[in-house]
Nanobody, 127 residues
Framework: QVQLVESGGGLVQAGGSLRLSCAASGRTFSNYIMGWFRQAPGKDREFVAAISRSGGSTNSADSVKGRFTISRDNANNMVYLQMNSLKPEDTAVYYC????????????????????WGQGTQVTVSS
């Protein structure tokens, strides 16, 4: 089972960019679909994006389409979330997650699909 550590969060002005990173331990990283979720205070954990084992397919929430891009580097056990044109409503704790579910990444978009989670990194977007 992998262990996940996120980094790259911080405070940014609206319209700015951040790149989140997630480092995974273990030799089986490429066996996992990887995803990003976020959770704002008082709200449920929300799907942001997911990427297939090979990195060839991705899925993202409508709220971030065209602004956020998920990618992965299987050689270095890393997954990234490039966030552009950030808005105040993007403010949340962002979590990296790993899934062993077998299926197309387009159908992998709820927390119950993911069985390993990082500790989260705070992203704050000021207006």
């Amino acid at each position: 089972q992998v262990q996940l550590v996120e980094s790259g969060g911080g405070l940014v002005q609206a319209g700015g960019s951040l790149r989140l990173s997630c480092a995974a331990s273990g030799r089986t990283f490429s066996n996992y679909i990887m995803g990003w979720f976020r959770q704002a205070p008082g709200k449920d954990r929300e799907f942001v994006a997911a990427i297939s084992r090979s990195g060839g397919s991705t899925n993202s929430a409508d709220s971030v389409k065209g602004r956020f891009t998920i990618s992965r580097d299987n050689a270095n056990n890393m997954v990234y979330l490039q966030m552009n044109s950030l808005k105040p409503e993007d403010t949340a704790v962002y979590y990296c997650a790993a899934s062993r579910v077998i299926g197309p990444v387009l159908l992998i978009s709820t927390p119950r699909h993911f069985d390993t989670w990082g500790q989260g990194t705070q992203v704050t977007v000021s207006s």
